[in-house]
């Protein structure tokens, strides 16, 4: 069974960092791409950016682009999206998300609060 | 880039079949086979009910069904039931400024 249990998630200041991690289990981590969509507080889906199997592409949505990375540890099995520069408006769940290419979400994780505020 | 178009909200009463639409544009909907649809009850997370248009995962009800014409996608539930009201997603890939686009959302409500 695939599992994807993300952590991290905290309130921070404006202009501040967090990471946020998504442990993965019940498929093999070297075959998958990654992803992590987010949901703003009672509003839509937002893709943030994905990684390829390999690790070798990685892509962002414009509105995080040069803020957040994102990257991977395959001894640890694990997902990583740094983000840097915070703002109110990244405030959100944010979800862990795989699939066989960087554009699927099949299998989604249950989220992780970030709030940003001062 | 704006998100997929879909409807605020649909209705039906169980038993019967209702359908949302996802319109985006030649550069996404219109180009690709590759349009998801996503199920989300209040909070929880989204759950993948249909992918490259019109395939089910497994463990998906038969009563959900894909198609596209155009740039227009389309979520089919027939034989509505009273779990079936919850927040429902489009996304396709696209050759715009962005990898993944997602639609608004519509809400069901089953009457």
């Known amino acids: 069974e695939v599992q994807l249990l993300e952590s991290g998630g905290d309130l921070a200041q404006p202009g501040g960092s967090l990471r946020l991690s998504c442990e993965a289990s019940?498929?093999?981590?070297?075959?998958?791409?990654m992803s992590w969509v987010r949901q703003a507080p009672g509003k839509g889906l937002e893709w943030v950016s994905s990684?390829?199997?390999?690790?070798?592409?990685?892509y962002y949505a414009d509105s995080v682009k040069g803020r957040f990375t994102i990257s991977r540890d395959y001894s640890k099995n694990t997902l990583y999206l740094e983000m840097n520069s915070l703002r109110a408006e990244d405030t959100a769940i944010y979800y862990c998300?795989?699939?066989?290419?960087?554009?699927?979400?099949?299998?989604w994780g249950q989220g992780s609060l970030v709030t940003v505020s001062s | 880039q704006s998100a997929l178009t879909q409807p605020a909200s649909v209705s039906g009463s169980p038993g019967q079949s209702i359908t949302i639409s996802c319109t985006g544009s030649?550069?996404?909907?219109?180009?690709?086979?590759?349009v998801s649809w996503f199920q989300q009850h209040p909070g929880k997370a989204p759950k993948l009910m249909i992918y490259?248009?019109?395939t089910r995962p497994s463990g998906v009800s038969h009563r959900f069904s894909g198609s596209k014409s155009g740039n227009t996608a389309s979520l089919i539930i027939s034989g509505l039931q009273a779990e079936d009201e919850a927040d429902y997603y489009c996304?396709?890939?696209?050759?715009?400024?962005?990898?993944?686009?997602f639609g608004g959302g519509t809400k069901l409500t089953v009457l």
């Open positions: 998300t795989t699939g066989r290419v960087e554009w699927e979400q099949l299998y």
């Open positions: 019940g498929f093999i981590f070297s075959s998958n791409a």
């Open positions: 990684i390829s199997n390999s690790g070798g592409s990685r």
């Open positions: 030649s550069r996404d909907i219109g180009a690709y086979n590759y």
């Open positions: 490259e248009v019109n």
């Open positions: 996304s396709s890939y696209t050759s715009g400024k962005t990898l993944v686009i």
